[in-house]
Protein backbone atom coordinates (compact mmCIF):
# COMPACT_ATOMS: atom_id res chain seq x y z
CA UNK A 1 0.00 0.00 0.00
CA UNK A 2 1.36 3.41 -1.20
CA UNK A 3 2.15 5.56 2.29
CA UNK A 4 0.36 8.46 -0.47
CA UNK A 5 -2.80 6.44 -0.17
CA UNK A 6 -4.08 7.98 2.74
CA UNK A 7 -2.99 11.82 2.35
CA UNK A 8 -4.91 11.17 -1.47
CA UNK A 9 -7.84 9.62 0.16
CA UNK A 10 -8.22 12.37 2.82
CA UNK A 11 -7.65 15.32 0.12
CA UNK A 12 -10.29 13.46 -1.78
CA UNK A 13 -12.83 13.49 1.11
CA UNK A 14 -11.84 17.38 2.36
CA UNK A 15 -12.51 18.34 -1.24
CA UNK A 16 -15.76 16.19 -1.84
CA UNK A 17 -17.30 15.82 1.43
CA UNK A 18 -18.37 19.69 1.55
CA UNK A 19 -19.48 20.24 -1.62
CA UNK A 20 -21.31 16.76 -1.51
CA UNK A 21 -23.52 17.49 1.83
CA UNK A 22 -24.54 21.06 -0.03
CA UNK A 23 -26.03 19.04 -2.37
CA UNK A 24 -29.90 18.66 -2.80
CA UNK A 25 -31.20 15.52 -2.00
CA UNK A 26 -27.32 13.92 -0.98
CA UNK A 27 -28.26 11.52 2.32
CA UNK A 28 -24.60 10.42 2.52
CA UNK A 29 -22.04 12.04 4.98
CA UNK A 30 -18.03 11.76 4.99
CA UNK A 31 -15.75 11.75 8.43
CA UNK A 32 -12.53 11.74 9.28
CA UNK A 33 -11.21 10.12 12.23
CA UNK A 34 -7.78 10.21 13.81
CA UNK A 35 -7.49 7.64 16.36
CA UNK A 36 -4.62 6.94 19.21
CA UNK A 37 -3.98 2.83 18.87
CA UNK A 38 -2.49 0.01 21.62
CA UNK A 39 -2.36 -3.15 20.14
CA UNK A 40 -1.37 -6.17 22.04
CA UNK A 41 -0.66 -9.51 20.55
CA UNK A 42 -0.73 -12.85 23.48
CA UNK A 43 0.54 -16.29 22.48
CA UNK A 44 1.65 -18.91 24.97
CA UNK A 45 4.75 -18.14 26.38
CA UNK A 46 4.61 -13.83 25.54
CA UNK A 47 3.13 -11.16 24.76
CA UNK A 48 3.80 -7.77 22.17
CA UNK A 49 2.69 -4.79 22.70
CA UNK A 50 2.44 -1.60 20.36
CA UNK A 51 1.07 1.42 19.82
CA UNK A 52 0.36 4.56 17.47
CA UNK A 53 -1.69 6.70 15.27
CA UNK A 54 -4.40 5.62 12.48
CA UNK A 55 -6.04 8.02 10.53
CA UNK A 56 -8.95 7.16 8.61
CA UNK A 57 -12.02 8.20 6.15
CA UNK A 58 -15.47 6.85 6.05
CA UNK A 59 -18.27 8.06 3.10
CA UNK A 60 -21.64 6.82 3.77
CA UNK A 61 -24.07 6.72 0.89
CA UNK A 62 -27.90 5.82 1.58
CA UNK A 63 -30.72 4.34 -0.30
CA UNK A 64 -32.93 4.70 1.62
CA UNK A 65 -34.10 2.78 3.69
CA UNK A 66 -30.51 1.00 3.44
CA UNK A 67 -27.03 2.75 3.42
CA UNK A 68 -23.71 1.43 3.00
CA UNK A 69 -20.35 3.00 5.02
CA UNK A 70 -16.80 2.58 3.08
CA UNK A 71 -14.09 3.21 5.10
CA UNK A 72 -10.55 3.10 4.72
CA UNK A 73 -7.65 3.77 7.68
CA UNK A 74 -3.87 3.56 7.58
CA UNK A 75 -1.44 3.82 10.76
CA UNK A 76 1.62 2.79 11.89
CA UNK A 77 2.02 1.19 15.19
CA UNK A 78 5.62 0.73 17.46
CA UNK A 79 6.57 -0.90 20.65
CA UNK A 80 7.57 1.95 22.93
CA UNK A 81 11.02 -0.22 23.84
CA UNK A 82 11.81 -1.04 20.66
CA UNK A 83 11.28 -5.13 21.20
CA UNK A 84 9.34 -5.29 18.98
CA UNK A 85 9.44 -4.42 15.01
CA UNK A 86 6.92 -1.65 14.07
CA UNK A 87 4.79 -2.63 11.43
CA UNK A 88 1.62 -0.65 9.49
CA UNK A 89 -1.54 -1.37 9.71
CA UNK A 90 -4.14 -0.97 7.12
CA UNK A 91 -7.95 -1.48 7.57
CA UNK A 92 -10.89 -1.43 4.94
CA UNK A 93 -14.76 -2.44 5.51
CA UNK A 94 -17.50 -1.98 3.65
CA UNK A 95 -20.89 -1.96 5.68
CA UNK A 96 -24.62 -2.12 4.73
CA UNK A 97 -26.48 -0.88 7.05
CA UNK A 98 -30.57 -0.13 8.16
CA UNK A 99 -32.22 1.36 10.69
CA UNK A 100 -34.74 -1.13 12.32
CA UNK A 101 -35.91 1.28 14.90
CA UNK A 102 -35.72 5.07 15.35
CA UNK A 103 -32.85 3.93 17.64
CA UNK A 104 -31.43 0.79 16.82
CA UNK A 105 -29.37 0.26 13.34
CA UNK A 106 -27.67 -3.05 12.35
CA UNK A 107 -24.91 -3.47 10.05
CA UNK A 108 -23.20 -6.20 8.30
CA UNK A 109 -20.57 -6.51 5.43
CA UNK A 110 -16.68 -7.71 5.44
CA UNK A 111 -13.67 -5.67 7.41
CA UNK A 112 -10.27 -6.62 6.19
CA UNK A 113 -6.86 -5.57 8.56
CA UNK A 114 -3.46 -6.19 7.66
CA UNK A 115 -0.29 -6.32 9.50
CA UNK A 116 2.64 -5.04 7.48
CA UNK A 117 6.04 -5.93 8.85
CA UNK A 118 9.34 -6.21 6.95
CA UNK A 119 9.15 -9.87 5.45
CA UNK A 120 5.67 -10.39 6.64
CA UNK A 121 2.21 -9.83 6.03
CA UNK A 122 -0.52 -10.85 8.38
CA UNK A 123 -3.62 -10.22 6.73
CA UNK A 124 -7.17 -10.65 8.24
CA UNK A 125 -10.65 -11.25 6.78
CA UNK A 126 -13.93 -10.59 8.81
CA UNK A 127 -17.68 -11.04 8.16
CA UNK A 128 -19.08 -8.73 10.73
CA UNK A 129 -22.15 -8.19 12.41
CA UNK A 130 -23.20 -5.00 14.22
CA UNK A 131 -25.72 -3.23 16.08
CA UNK A 132 -25.24 0.20 16.55
CA UNK A 133 -27.71 2.08 19.74
CA UNK A 134 -27.94 5.84 20.04
CA UNK A 135 -29.58 7.69 23.39
CA UNK A 136 -30.14 11.58 23.04
CA UNK A 137 -28.29 13.15 26.09
CA UNK A 138 -28.99 16.55 25.01
CA UNK A 139 -31.67 17.04 22.46
CA UNK A 140 -30.46 17.64 18.67
CA UNK A 141 -26.72 18.80 19.87
CA UNK A 142 -25.38 15.61 22.24
CA UNK A 143 -26.01 12.34 22.12
CA UNK A 144 -24.20 8.55 23.66
CA UNK A 145 -23.70 6.08 21.43
CA UNK A 146 -22.74 2.06 22.05
CA UNK A 147 -21.99 -0.07 18.98
CA UNK A 148 -20.98 -3.73 19.18
CA UNK A 149 -20.12 -6.34 16.91
CA UNK A 150 -18.99 -9.90 16.01
CA UNK A 151 -17.31 -11.83 13.27
CA UNK A 152 -18.68 -15.29 13.02
CA UNK A 153 -16.65 -16.14 9.88
CA UNK A 154 -13.33 -14.78 10.09
CA UNK A 155 -9.99 -16.15 8.07
CA UNK A 156 -6.04 -14.98 8.48
CA UNK A 157 -2.92 -15.89 6.76
CA UNK A 158 -1.59 -17.26 9.65
CA UNK A 159 -1.52 -20.87 11.36
CA UNK A 160 -3.88 -21.90 12.14
CA UNK A 161 -6.53 -19.86 10.45
CA UNK A 162 -8.93 -17.07 12.43
CA UNK A 163 -11.54 -18.31 14.69
CA UNK A 164 -13.73 -14.77 14.86
CA UNK A 165 -13.38 -11.52 16.44
CA UNK A 166 -15.74 -9.13 18.80
CA UNK A 167 -15.67 -5.88 19.39
CA UNK A 168 -17.60 -3.12 21.12
CA UNK A 169 -17.22 1.10 20.93
CA UNK A 170 -18.98 3.46 22.94
CA UNK A 171 -18.66 7.70 22.73
CA UNK A 172 -20.22 10.70 22.07
CA UNK A 173 -21.65 12.54 19.33
CA UNK A 174 -22.14 16.10 18.93
CA UNK A 175 -24.14 18.39 16.83
CA UNK A 176 -23.22 21.75 15.74
CA UNK A 177 -26.84 23.75 15.79
CA UNK A 178 -27.97 24.88 12.14
CA UNK A 179 -24.91 23.62 10.47
CA UNK A 180 -24.02 19.20 8.51
CA UNK A 181 -21.13 19.47 11.38
CA UNK A 182 -21.02 16.61 13.70
CA UNK A 183 -17.61 15.49 15.85
CA UNK A 184 -17.24 12.26 17.81
CA UNK A 185 -15.37 11.17 20.69
CA UNK A 186 -15.41 7.45 20.89
CA UNK A 187 -13.88 4.22 22.41
CA UNK A 188 -13.01 1.13 20.78
CA UNK A 189 -11.83 -2.49 21.69
CA UNK A 190 -11.97 -5.04 19.90
CA UNK A 191 -10.19 -9.17 19.72
CA UNK A 192 -9.60 -10.70 17.02
CA UNK A 193 -8.68 -14.74 17.84
CA UNK A 194 -6.93 -17.43 15.93
CA UNK A 195 -8.38 -21.19 16.27
CA UNK A 196 -6.99 -23.59 19.27
CA UNK A 197 -6.33 -19.64 20.96
CA UNK A 198 -3.12 -20.17 19.49
CA UNK A 199 -2.69 -16.37 19.46
CA UNK A 200 -5.58 -13.15 20.48
CA UNK A 201 -4.95 -9.98 18.96
CA UNK A 202 -6.03 -7.23 21.19
CA UNK A 203 -6.61 -3.47 19.99
CA UNK A 204 -8.26 -0.45 21.36
CA UNK A 205 -8.34 3.10 20.15
CA UNK A 206 -9.27 6.47 21.48
CA UNK A 207 -10.83 7.72 18.46
CA UNK A 208 -11.48 11.69 17.19
CA UNK A 209 -13.77 12.07 14.31
CA UNK A 210 -15.06 15.12 12.45
CA UNK A 211 -17.97 14.72 9.78
CA UNK A 212 -20.04 16.12 7.53
CA UNK A 213 -24.33 14.71 7.26
CA UNK A 214 -25.87 11.66 8.46
CA UNK A 215 -24.86 9.56 11.96
CA UNK B 1 -69.87 74.54 -88.50
CA UNK B 2 -70.18 71.09 -87.66
CA UNK B 3 -66.84 70.44 -85.78
CA UNK B 4 -67.63 73.48 -83.98
CA UNK B 5 -71.55 72.45 -82.62
CA UNK B 6 -69.48 69.20 -81.57
CA UNK B 7 -67.23 71.12 -79.43
CA UNK B 8 -70.21 73.17 -77.95
CA UNK B 9 -72.11 69.67 -77.77
CA UNK B 10 -69.19 67.94 -75.89
CA UNK B 11 -68.32 70.72 -73.81
CA UNK B 12 -72.30 70.76 -72.87
CA UNK B 13 -72.26 67.20 -71.67
CA UNK B 14 -69.20 67.91 -69.61
CA UNK B 15 -70.25 70.63 -67.78
CA UNK B 16 -73.72 68.31 -67.38
CA UNK B 17 -71.66 65.66 -66.18
CA UNK B 18 -69.86 67.61 -64.15
CA UNK B 19 -72.68 69.25 -62.66
CA UNK B 20 -74.52 65.79 -61.58
CA UNK B 21 -71.02 64.90 -60.50
CA UNK B 22 -71.10 67.29 -57.84
CA UNK B 23 -74.60 66.34 -56.51
CA UNK B 24 -73.55 62.99 -55.34
CA UNK B 25 -71.38 61.49 -53.13
CA UNK B 26 -67.61 60.84 -54.47
CA UNK B 27 -67.94 57.01 -53.35
CA UNK B 28 -70.96 57.45 -55.87
CA UNK B 29 -68.83 59.07 -58.11
CA UNK B 30 -66.48 56.10 -58.21
CA UNK B 31 -69.05 53.69 -59.00
CA UNK B 32 -70.28 55.53 -62.12
CA UNK B 33 -66.39 56.54 -63.18
CA UNK B 34 -65.90 52.69 -63.05
CA UNK B 35 -69.19 51.84 -64.99
CA UNK B 36 -68.04 54.42 -67.74
CA UNK B 37 -64.42 53.10 -68.06
CA UNK B 38 -66.28 49.24 -68.68
CA UNK B 39 -68.78 50.83 -70.95
CA UNK B 40 -65.43 52.15 -72.48
CA UNK B 41 -66.57 55.81 -71.86
CA UNK B 42 -63.31 57.26 -71.24
CA UNK B 43 -63.77 60.76 -71.30
CA UNK B 44 -67.36 60.44 -68.64
CA UNK B 45 -65.00 58.36 -66.69
CA UNK B 46 -61.71 60.37 -66.39
CA UNK B 47 -64.14 63.72 -65.71
CA UNK B 48 -66.49 61.35 -62.98
CA UNK B 49 -63.49 59.87 -61.25
CA UNK B 50 -61.45 63.24 -61.52
CA UNK B 51 -64.32 65.11 -59.32
CA UNK B 52 -64.18 62.28 -56.85
CA UNK B 53 -60.54 62.55 -56.09
CA UNK B 54 -61.04 66.17 -56.15
CA UNK B 55 -63.64 66.13 -53.18
CA UNK B 56 -61.20 67.37 -49.85
CA UNK B 57 -62.02 67.37 -45.84
CA UNK B 58 -64.80 64.79 -44.24
CA UNK B 59 -66.59 63.84 -47.47
CA UNK B 60 -63.11 62.83 -49.29
CA UNK B 61 -62.65 59.02 -50.22
CA UNK B 62 -61.10 56.70 -48.28
CA UNK B 63 -57.83 55.25 -48.89
CA UNK B 64 -59.12 52.23 -50.48
CA UNK B 65 -61.46 53.95 -52.81
CA UNK B 66 -59.06 56.48 -53.84
CA UNK B 67 -57.02 53.83 -54.74
CA UNK B 68 -59.77 52.41 -56.69
CA UNK B 69 -60.73 55.81 -58.25
CA UNK B 70 -56.93 56.51 -59.14
CA UNK B 71 -56.67 53.20 -61.16
CA UNK B 72 -59.52 53.61 -62.96
CA UNK B 73 -58.41 56.81 -63.63
CA UNK B 74 -55.10 56.01 -65.04
CA UNK B 75 -56.41 53.35 -67.44
CA UNK B 76 -59.43 55.80 -68.49
CA UNK B 77 -55.83 58.31 -69.10
CA UNK B 78 -54.07 55.70 -70.94
CA UNK B 79 -57.18 54.91 -72.84
CA UNK B 80 -57.47 58.75 -73.48
CA UNK B 81 -54.05 58.72 -75.42
CA UNK B 82 -52.47 60.93 -71.97
CA UNK B 83 -49.80 58.59 -71.07
CA UNK B 84 -47.79 60.88 -69.09
CA UNK B 85 -51.08 61.59 -66.90
CA UNK B 86 -51.43 58.22 -66.80
CA UNK B 87 -48.22 57.60 -65.48
CA UNK B 88 -48.39 60.54 -62.78
CA UNK B 89 -51.78 58.94 -61.51
CA UNK B 90 -50.35 55.48 -60.99
CA UNK B 91 -47.32 57.22 -58.83
CA UNK B 92 -49.78 58.92 -56.86
CA UNK B 93 -51.57 55.79 -56.12
CA UNK B 94 -48.53 53.91 -55.22
CA UNK B 95 -47.73 56.20 -52.70
CA UNK B 96 -51.43 55.94 -50.61
CA UNK B 97 -50.69 52.13 -51.14
CA UNK B 98 -47.27 51.31 -51.98
CA UNK B 99 -48.12 47.69 -51.67
CA UNK B 100 -50.99 47.72 -54.65
CA UNK B 101 -50.51 45.45 -57.26
CA UNK B 102 -52.54 45.79 -60.48
CA UNK B 103 -55.00 43.25 -61.09
CA UNK B 104 -53.76 41.70 -64.44
CA UNK B 105 -57.53 40.14 -64.91
CA UNK B 106 -59.01 43.37 -65.07
CA UNK B 107 -56.70 45.80 -66.89
CA UNK B 108 -55.08 44.82 -70.33
CA UNK B 109 -51.42 44.30 -70.54
CA UNK B 110 -51.17 47.30 -71.42
CA UNK B 111 -52.12 49.23 -68.52
CA UNK B 112 -50.37 47.20 -66.12
CA UNK B 113 -47.35 47.29 -68.43
CA UNK B 114 -47.14 51.00 -67.37
CA UNK B 115 -48.35 50.44 -63.73
CA UNK B 116 -45.33 47.92 -63.68
CA UNK B 117 -42.89 50.75 -64.89
CA UNK B 118 -44.18 53.74 -62.45
CA UNK B 119 -44.14 50.55 -59.77
CA UNK B 120 -40.18 49.98 -60.27
CA UNK B 121 -39.21 53.91 -60.26
CA UNK B 122 -41.61 54.97 -57.28
CA UNK B 123 -39.55 54.99 -54.12
CA UNK B 124 -41.69 55.20 -51.20
CA UNK B 125 -42.78 53.03 -48.20
CA UNK B 126 -45.39 52.73 -46.19
CA UNK B 127 -45.18 52.54 -41.97
CA UNK B 128 -47.76 50.14 -40.51
CA UNK B 129 -47.75 50.23 -36.23
CA UNK B 130 -50.33 49.11 -34.24
CA UNK B 131 -52.48 52.16 -33.04
CA UNK B 132 -52.00 51.60 -29.08
CA UNK B 133 -49.60 49.31 -27.36
CA UNK B 134 -47.08 48.81 -24.53
CA UNK B 135 -43.29 48.73 -24.61
CA UNK B 136 -40.39 48.66 -22.29
CA UNK B 137 -39.05 45.87 -19.67
CA UNK B 138 -36.65 44.85 -22.13
CA UNK B 139 -39.41 42.38 -24.14
CA UNK B 140 -41.93 43.93 -25.24
CA UNK B 141 -40.91 46.00 -28.23
CA UNK B 142 -43.02 48.11 -31.09
CA UNK B 143 -43.20 46.47 -34.24
CA UNK B 144 -42.97 48.52 -37.26
CA UNK B 145 -44.22 47.08 -40.64
CA UNK B 146 -42.23 48.70 -43.96
CA UNK B 147 -44.26 48.21 -47.32
CA UNK B 148 -42.27 49.58 -50.03
CA UNK B 149 -43.70 49.76 -53.81
CA UNK B 150 -39.76 48.85 -55.19
CA UNK B 151 -36.69 47.63 -53.48
CA UNK B 152 -35.11 50.70 -52.40
CA UNK B 153 -32.83 52.10 -48.96
CA UNK B 154 -34.88 53.60 -46.45
CA UNK B 155 -33.60 55.07 -42.82
CA UNK B 156 -36.48 54.13 -40.40
CA UNK B 157 -36.20 56.41 -36.94
CA UNK B 158 -37.57 58.02 -34.01
CA UNK B 159 -37.09 61.81 -34.08
CA UNK B 160 -38.14 64.62 -32.59
CA UNK B 161 -40.61 66.56 -34.43
CA UNK B 162 -40.39 70.06 -35.51
CA UNK B 163 -37.85 71.07 -37.66
CA UNK B 164 -34.37 69.68 -37.78
CA UNK B 165 -36.20 66.99 -35.08
CA UNK B 166 -33.09 65.57 -33.39
CA UNK B 167 -32.69 62.07 -34.77
CA UNK B 168 -32.78 59.83 -31.11
CA UNK B 169 -32.58 56.52 -32.64
CA UNK B 170 -32.11 54.84 -35.47
CA UNK B 171 -34.16 51.92 -35.75
CA UNK B 172 -33.26 50.37 -39.36
CA UNK B 173 -30.96 51.63 -42.09
CA UNK B 174 -31.00 49.06 -45.02
CA UNK B 175 -33.22 47.95 -47.92
CA UNK B 176 -36.38 47.44 -48.23
CA UNK B 177 -37.88 44.85 -51.02
CA UNK B 178 -41.54 44.27 -50.79
CA UNK B 179 -41.95 44.38 -47.12
CA UNK B 180 -39.99 44.17 -43.74
CA UNK B 181 -40.28 44.09 -39.86
CA UNK B 182 -38.75 45.88 -37.74
CA UNK B 183 -38.76 46.64 -33.93
CA UNK B 184 -38.12 49.69 -31.57
CA UNK B 185 -37.69 49.18 -28.05
CA UNK B 186 -38.40 52.21 -26.52
CA UNK B 187 -34.86 53.35 -26.23
CA UNK B 188 -33.00 56.01 -27.09
CA UNK B 189 -29.21 55.47 -28.92
CA UNK B 190 -28.04 55.96 -25.62
CA UNK B 191 -29.94 52.73 -24.23
CA UNK B 192 -32.18 54.74 -21.94
CA UNK B 193 -35.82 54.62 -22.24
CA UNK B 194 -37.64 57.84 -23.65
CA UNK B 195 -39.64 60.53 -22.00
CA UNK B 196 -43.03 61.41 -22.19
CA UNK B 197 -44.01 63.55 -25.24
CA UNK B 198 -44.85 63.10 -28.89
CA UNK B 199 -42.05 61.84 -31.45
CA UNK B 200 -42.39 60.86 -34.84
CA UNK B 201 -41.11 57.64 -36.43
CA UNK B 202 -40.14 58.71 -39.39
CA UNK B 203 -39.02 56.67 -42.44
CA UNK B 204 -36.89 58.61 -45.36
CA UNK B 205 -36.86 56.70 -48.70
CA UNK B 206 -33.34 57.44 -50.49
CA UNK B 207 -32.05 57.08 -54.60
CA UNK B 208 -29.56 55.33 -55.88
CA UNK B 209 -26.94 58.27 -54.74
CA UNK B 210 -28.18 58.59 -51.54
CA UNK B 211 -30.53 61.69 -51.79
CA UNK B 212 -33.70 61.36 -49.65
CA UNK B 213 -36.76 61.43 -51.86
CA UNK B 214 -39.40 61.10 -50.15
CA UNK B 215 -40.02 61.04 -46.26
CA UNK B 216 -42.95 59.66 -44.17
CA UNK B 217 -43.67 59.65 -40.69
CA UNK B 218 -46.23 58.33 -37.93
CA UNK B 219 -46.82 60.61 -35.08
CA UNK B 220 -46.42 59.11 -31.47
CA UNK B 221 -47.78 59.58 -28.25
CA UNK B 222 -45.29 58.41 -26.11
CA UNK B 223 -46.20 58.07 -22.34
CA UNK B 224 -44.33 55.94 -19.49
CA UNK B 225 -46.17 54.09 -16.92
CA UNK B 226 -45.60 52.51 -13.96
CA UNK B 227 -45.91 48.85 -13.14
CA UNK B 228 -48.43 48.38 -9.98
CA UNK B 229 -46.00 46.77 -7.12
CA UNK B 230 -47.08 43.25 -5.67
CA UNK B 231 -48.53 43.02 -2.40
CA UNK B 232 -46.36 40.70 0.00
CA UNK B 233 -47.15 37.54 0.76
CA UNK B 234 -48.87 36.78 4.26
CA UNK B 235 -46.96 34.97 6.93
CA UNK B 236 -47.98 31.96 7.79
CA UNK B 237 -51.25 31.76 10.18
CA UNK B 238 -49.80 30.85 13.87
CA UNK B 239 -51.81 28.00 13.81
CA UNK B 240 -50.06 26.34 11.35
CA UNK B 241 -46.72 26.33 13.25
CA UNK B 242 -45.77 23.02 15.86
CA UNK B 243 -44.59 23.33 19.10
CA UNK B 244 -41.22 23.49 19.50
CA UNK B 245 -40.67 22.29 22.88
CA UNK B 246 -42.70 19.57 25.35
CA UNK B 247 -41.77 20.25 29.26
CA UNK B 248 -39.24 18.78 30.48
CA UNK B 249 -38.33 15.62 32.52
CA UNK B 250 -36.28 15.30 35.64
CA UNK B 251 -32.98 14.85 33.97
CA UNK B 252 -31.67 11.20 35.44
CA UNK B 253 -32.25 9.74 31.81
CA UNK B 254 -29.14 12.22 30.91
CA UNK B 255 -27.73 10.88 33.91
CA UNK B 256 -27.66 7.25 33.64
CA UNK B 257 -26.49 7.91 29.53
CA UNK B 258 -23.62 9.62 31.16
CA UNK B 259 -22.70 7.17 33.90
CA UNK B 260 -23.49 3.90 31.79
CA UNK B 261 -20.83 5.56 29.34
CA UNK B 262 -18.40 6.03 32.05
CA UNK B 263 -18.76 2.49 33.30
CA UNK B 264 -18.68 1.17 29.77
CA UNK B 265 -15.69 2.91 28.64
CA UNK B 266 -13.81 1.78 32.18
CA UNK B 267 -15.48 -2.14 32.07
CA UNK B 268 -15.27 -2.68 28.22
CA UNK B 269 -11.65 -3.80 28.23
CA UNK B 270 -12.32 -6.40 30.57
CA UNK B 271 -15.59 -7.07 28.97
CA UNK B 272 -14.14 -7.79 25.41
CA UNK B 273 -10.43 -8.73 25.71
CA UNK B 274 -10.46 -10.32 28.64
CA UNK B 275 -6.88 -9.73 30.51
CA UNK B 276 -5.90 -6.71 28.21
CA UNK B 277 -4.05 -4.36 29.68
CA UNK B 278 -6.19 -1.18 29.29
CA UNK B 279 -4.60 2.11 27.77
CA UNK B 280 -5.33 5.16 30.01
CA UNK B 281 -6.25 6.96 27.00
CA UNK B 282 -9.44 5.65 27.66
CA UNK B 283 -10.51 7.62 30.70
CA UNK B 284 -10.56 11.02 27.99
CA UNK B 285 -13.78 9.62 26.78
CA UNK B 286 -14.65 8.63 30.48
CA UNK B 287 -14.50 11.75 31.54
CA UNK B 288 -16.71 12.97 28.08
CA UNK B 289 -19.49 10.51 29.42
CA UNK B 290 -19.26 12.29 33.03
CA UNK B 291 -19.24 15.39 31.54
CA UNK B 292 -21.37 14.58 29.40
CA UNK B 293 -24.20 12.68 31.94
CA UNK B 294 -24.03 16.27 34.00
CA UNK B 295 -24.82 18.57 30.89
CA UNK B 296 -27.67 15.89 29.89
CA UNK B 297 -28.87 15.75 33.72
CA UNK B 298 -29.28 19.36 33.52
CA UNK B 299 -30.52 19.68 30.12
CA UNK B 300 -33.26 17.28 30.23
CA UNK B 301 -34.85 19.59 33.26
CA UNK B 302 -35.48 22.34 30.99
CA UNK B 303 -38.43 22.17 27.92
CA UNK B 304 -36.84 19.51 25.76
CA UNK B 305 -37.32 20.48 21.87
CA UNK B 306 -38.83 18.82 19.40
CA UNK B 307 -36.71 18.47 16.17
CA UNK B 308 -39.26 17.64 14.13
CA UNK B 309 -41.64 20.19 14.34
CA UNK B 310 -38.53 22.65 14.94
CA UNK B 311 -37.69 21.57 11.38
CA UNK B 312 -41.03 21.84 10.14
CA UNK B 313 -41.57 24.99 11.40
CA UNK B 314 -38.92 26.66 9.76
CA UNK B 315 -39.89 24.88 6.14
CA UNK B 316 -42.75 26.56 7.03
CA UNK B 317 -40.93 29.78 7.81
CA UNK B 318 -38.12 29.27 4.96
CA UNK B 319 -41.03 28.83 2.27
CA UNK B 320 -42.75 32.20 3.35
CA UNK B 321 -39.36 34.17 3.46
CA UNK B 322 -38.45 32.52 -0.12
CA UNK B 323 -42.03 34.02 -1.77
CA UNK B 324 -40.99 37.24 0.28
CA UNK B 325 -37.32 37.61 -1.08
CA UNK B 326 -39.30 36.91 -4.62
CA UNK B 327 -41.48 39.16 -4.61
CA UNK B 328 -39.22 42.09 -3.21
CA UNK B 329 -37.44 40.89 -6.29
CA UNK B 330 -40.12 41.29 -8.62
CA UNK B 331 -41.03 44.65 -7.21
CA UNK B 332 -37.50 46.00 -7.19
CA UNK B 333 -37.67 45.42 -11.00
CA UNK B 334 -41.26 46.22 -11.77
CA UNK B 335 -39.82 49.82 -9.78
CA UNK B 336 -36.50 49.98 -12.28
CA UNK B 337 -38.55 49.33 -15.39
CA UNK B 338 -39.65 51.91 -17.09
CA UNK B 339 -42.49 50.96 -19.69
CA UNK B 340 -44.20 53.28 -22.35
CA UNK B 341 -47.41 53.52 -24.00
CA UNK B 342 -47.19 54.02 -27.36
CA UNK B 343 -50.22 55.54 -29.19
CA UNK B 344 -49.79 56.07 -32.99
CA UNK B 345 -51.59 58.07 -35.07
CA UNK B 346 -52.39 58.56 -38.88
CA UNK B 347 -49.09 58.33 -42.00
CA UNK B 348 -47.69 62.07 -42.88
CA UNK B 349 -45.74 62.96 -45.70
CA UNK B 350 -43.16 65.11 -44.88
CA UNK B 351 -40.97 65.87 -47.67
CA UNK B 352 -40.82 64.33 -51.56
CA UNK B 353 -43.73 63.81 -53.40
CA UNK B 354 -47.76 63.86 -51.44
Redesign the interface.
Known sequence: MSRRAPALLFAALLWAGPAAAQLPGFLGSVDLSLA?Q?F?S?FPGGSE?L?GALMSGRIGVAFRPVSVDVSYAQGRLASGDGTSAARSVVEASALVSRRVTPWLLLKAGPHLRAYAAPGSTERWVMWELHAHAD?P??????A?Y?EGWIAPISSANVDPGGSGA???E???TMRFPDSPLWAR???V???SSLKSNAR?E?L?S?VVSIGLGGR | MRPRRLALAAAALALALAGAARAQTPAAQVARGIRAYQNLDYDSAAVLLRAALAVQGGASLADSERVRALVYLGASELYRDHRDSAATLFGRLLRVDPRYHIDQLQFPPEVSGLFQQVKVITRVVALVVPADTEIGGGRDVLAVRLYAATFHPVDVAIVRPGPGGARLRTVYQGNVGDSLQVTWDGRTAEGTPVDSGRYLLQADSRSGDGKVVRSVAIPLTITRIRRDTLPLPAAPAAALFKPEHRPGGNGV??AV??A??VI??LG??A?????????N??L???A??GL??V??FR??RGP??I?EN?AANRTLRMAWQHQVDSVHAQNVARRSEVRLRVRAGALQVLGGAP
Request: net charge positive; proline share 3%.
Open positions: RHRSSSEVITGVLAVRGVVGLLGYVDQTSQV | RGAGAGAVLPIVAGKFHASDRLVAGFAGLGAQQPLI
